[in-house]
C-alpha cells in the first residue's frame, strides 16, 4: 500500500486524505484511541523502527501509525481476535483455492486444529444435520479421527481428490468453495463435506432463527409462559425436530 509505484503518491489524493482520517478516527471499537485522528506523514520508516533493543519495541507498539500501510496494518492487528475466530479457521482450511490451500500447507498448526475441531464438534451436536447414516455411531473421537483423515486426502489430491479435472474446475478458478465441496466432497466423505459446506459457504441470514422463535412462541402459551431459558431451548429443539421428521 506504500508502494508509489504501484498505488501512487498518497499525498495527491484528497481522496486518499479522506480515507485515511477515516481510518484513523472511529473504527467501530470502544477503545479510548479510536477517537484519534492521525495525521499523514508519508515520510520514509527507517531502520530505528525495525531494532532489537527493547525500548525500540516498546516504541515501536505505542507509537501512533505513519503510513497508510502501517495504519491499514495496526487497525487488523488491533481487531484480528474478534476477526480470527474458529469459523474462520475452517473456512480458510477447506478453501479450494490453489494459493491457499498451498498457506494452509505450510502454516496450520496445533492451534488451528484445535479451532478447527470445535467446529467439527460443535457442529455435530445434537441435533446433527449431518444425514451419513455412519457418523451417527460415531464417537467424537471418531467423527475428528475421520475429519483428519479425510482432510489430508483433501489437502494432497488423494482418493477421492486424486482427479485432475475436480482441480480444473470454475469454482476453483473463483473461489466457490461451498460449491466444489458440494459436488465433489459431500457425498464422498463422512465427515468433511458436512463441515466444509457449511463453514466455506455464506451466511444463511436469518431464517432459522426466524423458524426457531416460531417454534418458541408455539411452546411459550398460556402456563408456559414462565419457562424457564434452559427448558425453553431444550423444548424448541424437540419441537424442530418434530417438525423436521413430520413426513416420516
Request: glycine share 6%.
Amino acid at each position: 500500500m506504500n508502494d508509489e509505484s504501484l498505488f501512487g503518491d498518497m499525498t495527491l489524493d484528497s481522496n486518499l486524505h479522506r480515507e485515511k482520517d477515516m481510518m484513523g478516527g472511529d473504527g467501530g471499537d470502544d477503545d479510548d484511541d479510536d477517537d484519534v485522528v492521525f495525521s499523514i506523514d508519508t515520510s520514509p520508516i527507517t531502520s530505528s523502527y525495525t531494532d532489537s533493543d527493547d525500548d525500540d519495541d516498546v516504541a515501536k507498539a505505542t507509537r501512533p501509525p505513519k503510513s497508510f500501510g502501517e495504519l491499514f496494518i495496526w487497525h487488523w492487528d488491533k481487531r484480528k481476535l474478534r476477526i480470527e475466530h474458529e469459523y474462520a479457521f475452517a473456512g480458510w482450511a477447506l478453501c479450494v483455492l490453489e494459493d491457499v490451500r498451498k498457506d494452509v500447507l505450510s502454516r496450520m498448526t496445533g492451534e488451528y486444529q484445535s479451532a478447527i475441531d470445535k467446529v467439527i464438534i460443535r457442529l455435530h451436536a445434537p441435533p446433527c444435520a449431518n444425514t451419513n447414516p455412519a457418523v451417527s455411531s460415531m464417537s467424537k473421537a471418531d467423527i475428528l479421527g475421520t475429519f483428519l483423515n479425510e482432510f489430508k486426502a483433501y489437502q494432497y489430491r488423494m482418493y477421492p481428490y486424486d482427479s485432475a479435472s475436480r482441480w480444473l474446475s470454475q469454482d476453483v478458478v473463483k473461489g466457490d468453495s461451498y460449491l466444489w465441496h458440494e459436488k465433489y466432497s459431500l457425498r464422498s466423505t463422512k465427515v468433511l463435506g458436512f463441515v466444509a459446506c457449511r463453514v466455506t459457504s455464506k451466511l444463511c441470514g436469518i431464517g432459522a432463527a426466524e423458524r426457531c422463535w416460531g417454534g418458541v412462541k408455539q411452546i411459550k402459551t398460556g402456563k408456559r409462559s414462565h419457562l424457564s431459558g434452559e427448558s425453553t431451548e431444550k423444548r424448541s429443539i424437540i419441537f424442530a425436530m418434530q417438525w423436521l421428521h413430520r413426513d416420516e
